[in-house]
């Protein structure tokens, strides 16, 4: 880790410093699947990844068979063929400084037709599998769990939005943004019970409230950069999304089992994280490296006891903002504080 270069693009995600080597044309193309812009920093990094262009796959001579597709070297390495189906294949070399992850391009033929007719689902796979899994699982061996959560600073108070995909929280951080907020994430972080750290994911943004310049994604929507993303926000208060029927909002105050099962259940139904639990337990056999499973319900459950809990019914239709809904929820936590 000591020998990679300092002062170089540096991408600050799910609390790690990560440095992107290779060709200008890779570099730039993975920087497209977080939504990031190039920053250059002398901060060390303690994630670097680095983008071969050979397309052999990793010699497995003289290391040990984990399990389908992937070894352990005796220099507490792993080798891991196709990660997640991607076509991806990868070397996970670890010490006392971090992590450095070695990725080829080495598609079945399957997968490389996969990669060209279905350019969503790959642009998709390659953020994931090359950035935002390896810094999840750098920060999983710091104590720190993935939530399927966005955070957003919303009059001062930072609001940590939980419910499943497709509820709405895109759009409500959309437009918490516009109209001055500050987010850390609107889908993804990397949390210890008490601060999130955002992971640098584009906005995807439903069609009303996109234009036709951001990349085509799934469901309709379009991929933004952010014009300035926190690296971390502390909620200071959590908030259960639903899509009901009834016409108006409604809200709540929820019990704090309510609210960790809501959190719990909306990370295990991510499809974004669909290959990441399989990536990290496997990473954890062939390394003898931190935990085989992230300490999520632990994490859920010290936000609910410390927070306030609600649950927000949003109804059939498109209504109020989060600062009108919530306003005397936020009026509260702003005079007596959060214990």
């Known amino acids: 880790m000591n020998a990679a270069p300092v002062g170089r693009t540096l991408l600050h995600t799910a609390g790690q410093r990560v440095t992107i080597e290779g060709r200008d044309d890779a570099v730039r193309k993975v920087l497209s699947a977080t939504g990031e812009a190039e920053t250059t920093c002398t901060d060390p990094p303690n994630l670097v990844i680095s ?15 984990i399990t389908r597709g992937v070894w352990a070297t005796h220099r507490r390495e792993a080798i891991i063929e196709s990660v997640g189906g991607s076509g991806f294949s990868q070397l996970w070399a670890i010490d006392e400084d971090g ?3 070695i990725s080829r391009w080495t598609p079945s033929t399957k997968e490389a037709a996969a990669a060209r007719l279905l350019p969503a689902r790959h642009h998709a796979l390659t953020g994931q599998v090359l950035v935002h899994y390896p810094a999840l699982w750098l920060a999983m061996q710091r104590g720190l769990a993935p939530l399927h959560v966005s955070v957003v600073e919303i009059d001062g108070v930072a609001v940590l939005l939980a419910g499943p995909g497709g509820v709405g929280k895109s759009s409500l951080v959309s437009r918490e943004l516009a109209a001055g907020g500050r987010a850390t994430c609107d889908n993804l972080a990397a949390c210890d019970g008490t601060t999130a750290y955002g992971l640098a994911e584009p906005l995807r943004l439903p069609a009303e409230m996109s234009d036709a310049t951001g990349r085509k994604t799934f469901h309709g929507r379009r991929e933004h ?3 300035t993303r926190m690296r971390a926000l502390r909620p200071q208060m959590i908030v259960v999304l639903r899509r009901g029927l009834q016409t108006d909002p409604r809200i709540r105050h929820i019990s704090e089992a309510q609210a960790t099962r809501a959190v719990v259940a909306g990370t295990y139904a991510a499809g974004e994280l669909r290959r990441f639990w ?4 496997v990473l954890a056999m062939a390394t003898g490296c931190g935990p085989a499973h992230p300490p999520i319900e632990e994490v859920a459950a010290t936000f ?15 209504g109020a903002g989060l600062a009108e809904l919530l306003r005397p929820h936020l009026a509260a936590v702003r005079t007596n504080g959060v214990h």
């Open 278 to 281: 399989s990536t990290a337990a």
């Open 225 to 227: 950069g952010w014009a």
């Open 304 to 318: 609910a006891a410390r927070l306030p809990c609600l649950e927000l019914d949003l109804g059939r239709k498109p």
């Open 51 to 65: 983008l071969e262009q050979s397309r052999e796959r990793f010699d497995t001579r003289g290391s040990e068979p």
């Open 99 to 101: 992590v450095r992850v």
